[in-house]
Structures are given as C-alpha cells and as structure tokens.
C-alpha cells in the first residue's frame, strides 16, 4: 500500500458524493441528504475559517474530515475538527494521522491553537476513545430521547387549547405567519437568539447574522413551514416555538428543532401547549415517532421525559485545552 495522502475537498459532484456516501455509510441511523449538504456549503460565509481535507490511499478516498474556527462564541484560537471513515477502515490508525495533520495546518494558517472541540456521540466508541486517549475532556452532553406516538395518550391534555385562550395566546404555524406577519422572519430569529443565550457556551453567544439565518432555516432544502407552530400573543409578540420536519430516510419519523418560550411566558404551560399541537399534527400525518436532544440542564429534557420520551444515546462536546 502507498502513504496516504491528503488533498482539499474540491465541491466537485465526485467529491461530494463519495464523503456523503463515507458518512451515512459510518451513521447509518442519522443519514444525511445531498440537498442538505450542499445547502450548508453554500450558506456558510466564505469569510469563516473552514476547511473539509479527503485522506486518499491508492488513488481512493478512505476517509474524510475537517476544521473550522467557532465562531459563534467569543474565545479567540478556538477550533473544532471533524472525522469520518468508512466503517471497514482502521479509526485510530487514520484519526491519528488526519488529527496530526489538523494540528500542524490550523498552526501554519492561523497561528496558536487555545482550545480545541470534538463532537460525537457517546456510542459511537471508537470516536470517544480517540479523543479521551488525546485527552479531550467531556465539555457538554446532549441527551437525545425518542416518543412513540403509537402509544401517546392525548387525553391527558385535552384542556391545554382553554389554558393557552386564556393567557390571550394563539399557537399557529410558520406557513400561516409567513400569509400574515411581514416581520415572521425577523421576529422568529429575535425568539431563536433568546433560546440560544440560554444554552452554555465558552464564552459570550455571537448572534448569527440575520442574512445567514434566513438562508439557514427558511432556504433549507428541509424547510418544513406547516410543522413549525409559534406561540403569539394578543400583541402579536412570539412567545414561543416548536419545530417538527420530517426525516428524509424513515419516513416514519420526524425530529424537533428548537423548542422554547420567551421568559415573561414560561411556567404556565406554554411549552407543554406547543408540544402537544406539534404531537396531533405528526400523529395525523401518520408518524410514529418523535426523535429530539436537549442539554442535559435543559428544562425541556424532563418536560419531554415526564411526556414519554425514552431516552437514546447523547450527543457530546469533547474539549481541550491546548495552552492556558
């Protein structure tokens, strides 16, 4: 066998082919869309430091993987890498040479490297066991939790739509807000930053640029308007969202973006309220289950347990510090 070699992923339809096919043949339960793929490439501003490397052996791609600064926090010299093989291939033998490789560019291209991120999930062994051995440490943990709405009890909840009239709130979707509300855009981005300031980070949240989160969410190939309920108030003010979509490869399934509500409305069983409108449509279109992941301090994961939901394998956030 000749050395491996590395060379920058070229967006040609060969490349993208062949790193999607290596990812969902090593995630075959979390598969990802070429539409989806692509859309992220062409949505990310060019003026952010990123990076997706293909290792080749032989003339062939073996593996593929990344890097790309963080900067949706406020810490300098803060990076996140990525790695992906096909599954018959050997993960700590490639890992070590592409993470070398990682290394020594981020160095050349930007200089120091204050901390370092790796994401994965806490089944998938062999990631997990690379980055502890390089030692990475366990930063934030995602539990994910799956309903099933076969079984779902609605009776319990048959008084929320008398709850929610009387707080003076009416729970619609994004596709009727997009008919009625000229600001739906703006006022969901000013809802989704409120959530976001909730979560932990590193350092200080850096709002994503309204442009970029237009294209993010309502230019998505997956965009799915009908399913995405808002809480709005008598003063036409978003209270609170929830977002379904539809899983492309089980048709069975759909997963749950962000869900939250704004702090002058929460413990009054609003979010509750939204949960359920979200469970009748999925359960009327036929779905049978329900896939969603909160940080473990989240209030909204027990909301879900105490709903139902079991829980599934974690997403986690690995972290080292490369100098103080």
């Given at each position: 066998?000749?050395?491996?070699?590395?060379?920058?992923?070229?967006?040609?339809?060969?490349?993208?082919?062949?790193?999607?096919?290596?990812?969902?043949?090593?995630?075959?339960?979390?598969?990802?869309?070429?539409?989806?793929?692509?859309?992220?490439?062409?949505?990310?501003?060019?003026?952010?430091?990123?990076?997706?490397?293909?290792?080749?052996?032989?003339?062939?791609?073996?593996?593929?993987?990344?890097?790309?600064?963080?900067?949706?926090?406020?810490?300098?010299?803060?990076?996140?890498?990525?790695?992906?093989?096909?599954?018959?291939?050997?993960?700590?033998?490639?890992?070590?040479?592409?993470?070398?490789?990682?290394?020594?560019?981020?160095?050349?291209?930007?200089?120091?490297?204050?901390?370092?991120?790796?994401?994965?999930?806490?089944?998938?062994?062999?990631?997990?066991?690379?980055?502890?051995?390089?030692?990475?440490?366990?930063?934030?943990?995602?539990?994910?939790?799956?309903?099933?709405?076969?079984?779902?009890?609605?009776?319990?909840?048959?008084g929320l739509?008398?709850?929610?009239?009387?707080?003076?709130?009416?729970?619609?979707?994004v596709a009727?807000?997009?008919?009625?509300?000229?600001?739906?855009?703006?006022?969901?981005?000013?809802?989704?930053?409120?959530?976001?300031?909730?979560?932990?980070?590193?350092?200080?949240?850096?709002?994503?640029?309204?442009?970029?989160?237009?294209?993010?969410?309502?230019?998505?190939?997956?965009?799915?308007?009908?399913?995405?309920?808002?809480?709005?108030?008598?003063?036409?003010?978003?209270?609170?969202?929830?977002?379904?979509?539809?899983?492309?490869?089980?048709?069975?399934?759909?997963?749950?973006?962000?869900?939250?509500?704004?702090?002058?409305?929460?413990?009054?069983?609003?979010?509750?309220?939204?949960?359920?409108?979200?469970?009748?449509?999925a359960h009327?279109?036929?779905?049978?289950?329900?896939?969603?992941?909160?940080?473990?301090?989240?209030?909204?994961?027990?909301?879900?347990?105490?709903?139902?939901?079991?829980?599934?394998?974690?997403?986690?956030?690995?972290?080292?510090?490369?100098?103080?």
């Amino acid at each position: 066998m000749n050395e491996i070699t590395f060379r920058e992923f070229d967006k040609s339809v060969r490349d993208y082919e062949i790193t999607l096919a290596i990812r969902n043949a090593a995630y075959p339960d979390s598969p990802e869309t070429m539409a989806s793929y692509k859309h992220g490439d062409k949505t990310r501003s060019p003026e952010r430091y990123f990076h997706r490397v293909l290792m080749e052996q032989d003339g062939e791609v073996i593996a593929y993987g990344g890097m790309f600064e963080r900067w949706w926090d406020k810490v300098e010299n803060t990076y996140m890498w990525f790695f992906c093989c096909k599954p018959e291939q050997d993960y700590q033998a490639l890992a070590t040479q592409f993470y070398d490789m990682v290394l020594e560019r981020i160095g050349r291209e930007r200089g120091q490297i204050d901390i370092m991120y790796h994401d994965s999930r806490e089944d998938r062994r062999a990631q997990v066991a690379f980055v502890e051995a390089h030692g990475y440490v366990l930063d934030n943990r995602y539990p994910r939790s799956e309903l099933d709405l076969t079984t779902f009890d609605f009776a319990p909840y048959a008084g929320l739509a008398k709850r929610t009239d009387e707080l003076g709130i009416c729970i619609t979707t994004v596709a009727e807000l997009a008919k009625s509300d000229p600001q739906y855009q703006r006022k969901i981005y000013d809802l989704e930053w409120i959530f976001e300031q909730d979560e932990p980070t590193e350092g200080e949240w850096v709002q994503e640029p309204f442009d970029e989160f237009v294209k993010g969410r309502f230019e998505h190939p997956e965009y799915q308007p009908e399913s995405w309920f808002v809480a709005v108030d008598q003063a036409g003010n978003y209270a609170g969202m929830t977002a379904l979509y539809r899983d492309k490869f089980f048709p069975e399934k759909m997963h749950t973006g962000w869900t939250g509500v704004d702090r002058p409305y929460r413990k009054k069983g609003l979010a509750t309220a939204m949960k359920i409108k979200a469970f009748e449509y999925a359960h009327g279109k036929g779905i049978e289950r329900i896939e969603t992941d909160n940080h473990e301090t989240n209030h909204m994961y027990q909301i879900n347990l105490k709903f139902g939901f079991k829980p599934l394998p974690a997403y986690v956030d690995y972290k080292k510090v490369m100098h103080a």
